[in-house]
């Protein structure tokens, strides 16, 4: 038996030492942790991929909380089924006991846990949908404000055209722009 533990991050500025840490504290070997940094809206993420290839029947996967696995109800719901029944490995998320597939394998306890899975899968894509609603009610009001996204416009020179061409023909380059500019 293996044992693996799978951080996701969604963006390079958060920080992903707690779940890190906390695979450390659960015997997770350095090179058994997989670490994303990608939002969680679905499953083509490099690392997790490369994971479930090299999960087997019998090991052990730890992940911090259910919205570390993703943020999309019916893949959360897809992919514990593909780890679980068509991998057979086990699953512990750290931060809620009742979803560890090592205990309560009889009907009551599978009951039980397929209920708190669609709770926090439901609550995951539930945040997710919050995050866009917030972040696109920000931008409104940015926009309304006057705040202007993306690069700042500039201006073409008049002869972009033919600078264009010499650079095409590689007679112009931007060492000749800045000598003839300076």
């Avoid at 994971?51 to 719901?77: A, F, P, T």
């Avoid at 039980?112 to 926090?120: K, T």
């Amino acid at each position: 038996m293996n044992i693996y533990g799978y951080v996701r991050i969604s963006s390079s500025d958060q920080n992903q030492d707690r779940q890190t840490a906390a695979m450390r504290s659960n015997n997770v070997p350095a090179d058994n942790i997989y670490t994303d940094v990608q939002s969680g809206k679905d499953f083509e993420r490099p690392q997790y991929k490369q994971m479930v290839q090299k999960l087997k029947s019998g090991d052990l996967l730890y992940i911090m909380s259910i919205d570390r696995l993703g943020r999309n109800y019916e893949q959360i719901q897809q992919q514990w089924k593909i780890l679980t029944k068509d991998i057979g490995a086990d699953i512990c998320v750290l931060d809620m006991p009742l979803l560890d597939t090592r205990t309560g394998r009889d009907l009551m306890g599978t009951f039980i846990s397929d209920l708190v899975l669609q709770i926090l899968s439901f609550a995951a894509q539930t945040e997710r949908d919050n995050i866009k609603k917030r972040q696109a009610q920000g931008i409104a009001a940015a926009k309304a404000r006057g705040v202007r996204f993306g690069r700042p416009r500039t201006c073409m020179p008049s002869n972009f055209k033919q600078i264009a061409d010499l650079w095409k023909k590689k007679k112009y380059t931007f060492q000749t722009h800045c000598r003839s500019a300076a």
